[in-house]
């Protein structure tokens, strides 16, 4: 019995030799060509690639707070003419005027409300003459704080807000300027997702569903048209340090919004689905590749738990 397992093994001895040495030399060079992609994208970038080559106007919704206007500001400072598009007139004018005092560009606003479903027209009839090279479709809404599904204040109008201002603000727009990018063979078009895309956060339930609608429909939407010259890019943030986060302090891994588009915008052309910035990008490998969905979930939930407590005892005393 014995002479006859010294056979087997001296048999699989040469198999499972080649097996392991063929695996290691995968996870080698794996792991080489993750470097170096890591290298291209966060040290060399891409940072040529938007340009007014593309076209003239580039086109910011939710323009006048946060990552939209550091988008808008970023883009008059590559030369591009801008249109505002917004709720608030009176913001817009203000982040109109500063543009172009600080860039000496062109800009041009359309004052709309998302939350709305026939505001689509006005915004085509605005952009009809323009040469669009450039979208970013920034605009959202989240909760005011976070809280279980059922208890959300006027639950109807809260959910067709949301949808209307996350998902179909982005369906809508690439709409209107995919055709004359088509025409051209050229054009960006960056649509702001969040982390929260990466998996369902509980208490912020809907925010979560409707970021991953934005992320899956980018993917699909780049796969249809990057043969035609078009790119098509998912930006899924972390926290960054804006007035919808409500963080005031900017941290290495809460950026501010200037800081965290000067980073996502060099990644045009090389990620189809990014984080935009570094610390974000090993976040989401820790969140993704290392810690369960599940146990993130049940962190998630924890967190906002206690975020929901804080809020109501806060509100209570008034």
Not at 167 to 191: A, E, F, H, W, Y
Request: include cysteine; hydrophobic fraction near 45%; charge should be positive.
């Amino acid at each position: 019995m014995q002479p006859c397992l010294e056979t087997v093994l001296r048999r699989t001895e040469a198999p499972l030799y080649w097996i392991g040495a063929a695996t290691a030399a995968w996870v080698s060079l794996w792991s080489f060509y993750r470097l170096l992609s890591g290298f291209r994208i966060w040290v060399l970038g891409n940072g040529q690639i938007v340009s007014t080559k593309l076209g003239k106007w580039a086109v910011v919704t939710g323009a006048t707070d946060g990552i939209g206007k550091a988008f808008a500001e970023e883009l008059a400072r590559r030369g591009f003419a801008v249109v505002l598009i917004s709720r608030s007139q009176e913001k817009l004018d203000d982040v109109s005027k500063s543009i172009e005092s600080r860039f000496s560009v062109e800009t041009r606003t359309i004052a709309v409300d998302f939350e709305a479903a026939d505001i689509y027209p006005k915004i085509e009839a605005g952009l009809a003459a323009l040469e669009v090279g450039v979208l970013v479709n920034n605009v959202g809404i989240s909760y005011p704080f976070p809280e279980f599904f059922l208890n959300i204040n006027d639950l109807d109008k809260f959910v067709t807000k949301m949808i209307n201002v996350n998902i179909t603000s982005v369906c809508q727009m690439s709409r209107l300027v995919l055709p004359k990018m088509l025409d051209r063979s050229k054009g960006v078009i960056l649509n702001i997702s969040s982390a929260s895309a990466l998996y369902p956060v509980p208490l912020l339930s809907i925010y979560s569903a409707t970021k991953a609608f934005v992320d899956f429909f980018t993917q699909g939407l780049n796969a249809e048209y990057k043969s035609k010259g078009i790119i098509i890019q998912s930006v899924l943030p972390f926290f960054v340090a804006t007035k919808m986060s409500k963080i005031r302090k900017p941290t290495l891994d809460k950026p501010t919004p200037e800081r965290y588009v000067a980073s996502a915008i060099r990644t045009v052309g090389l990620q189809s689905q990014t984080s935009g910035y570094f610390p974000h990008a090993v976040l989401r490998w820790i969140t993704t590749s290392v810690i369960p969905v599940n146990l993130i979930m049940k962190l998630a939930m924890k967190l906002n738990m206690a975020q929901r407590a804080r809020y109501l005892k806060k509100h209570k005393q008034r």
